[in-house]
């Protein structure tokens, strides 16, 4: 049922035009990193529905939190380690492409349920423009989207999902790199004075107390700000695969 919403959306977009989708601002929120502590975890369901989980697969609590978020109905991420994180699901550029896709493989068996996959550090993995492509080649064949975490200003993942037109998107905001509740909500307002500004805006947190704290706090009073809290999935149809003028030109990633 989700793959079919991605779908409808994605044509939708190619058909109107993303002007003509939406007629109001929308914002993403995706929790990385979940999977380590599940009563922590578990805090992201008091936030709202819209807001996705990206689950790490080396971790004790992964597929048991996995299966709980699919049965509340969250967009579920894979939160893929990539080099310069270690781990034996880990991408790594020396290793050959047989072994990155059991490692996808072996990630995904430990993740059940996920729509998409999006990268734990990798600011040297994702430049890799070798590795890149083949990962979204491998999403492609699966049915799943990818999320540019953005770790590096060098990464080519992006570039490499809309070469192959795969359903991706870049994040735009991180919200907690400085842990403190004043600054979680300093970055949410950049992100939704983003949102206003480009259209779209898709913020990446962390399960930490400020985080989960200003989000409780401020994400139920987004719609009578004007803004639309919604799954990535429909951002990605929004954005018709376009890059935001931060990460490309013309709609084309750098």
Request: aromatic share 4%; charged share 20%; proline share 7%.
């Amino acid at each position: 049922m989700r793959q079919a919403r991605l779908l409808f959306g994605l044509c939708l977009a190619a058909l109107l035009g993303p002007a003509q989708v939406v007629a109001q601002p929308l914002l993403s929120v995706v929790i990385d990193d979940l999977g380590q502590n599940l009563p922590r975890d578990r805090q992201v369901f008091d936030l709202p529905a819209p807001v996705a989980m990206a689950i790490m697969p080396d971790t004790p609590h992964a597929a048991e939190l996995a299966r709980e978020a699919h049965q509340r109905g969250r967009t579920l991420l894979l939160h893929l380690p990539m080099d310069p994180a270690g781990g034996p699901y880990a991408w790594r550029p020396e290793l050959p492409p047989a072994e990155l896709s059991q490692r996808l493989a072996a990630a995904l068996a430990a993740v059940p349920y996920v729509q998409g996959v999006n990268n734990h550090e990798g600011s040297r993995m994702t430049a890799d423009r070798a590795g890149m492509g083949l990962l979204m080649q491998d999403l492609q064949q699966r049915h799943l989207f990818f999320l540019d975490s953005r770790t590096s200003a060098a990464t080519v993942a992006a570039a490499e999902a809309q070469k192959v037109g795969l359903a991706s998107l870049s994040r735009d905001v991180f919200l907690d790199d400085q842990p403190d509740e004043a600054d979680v909500a300093r970055q949410l307002q950049v992100g939704i004075e983003l949102a206003r500004k480009q259209g779209t805006a898709l913020l990446i947190g962390h399960p930490k107390p400020a985080t989960l704290k200003v989000l409780a706090r401020e994400l139920p009073k987004l719609k009578a700000a004007g803004i639309e809290l919604v799954e990535p999935n429909l951002l990605i149809a929004e954005r018709g695969n376009r890059a935001m003028a931060a990460h490309g030109k013309n709609g084309i990633y750098r």
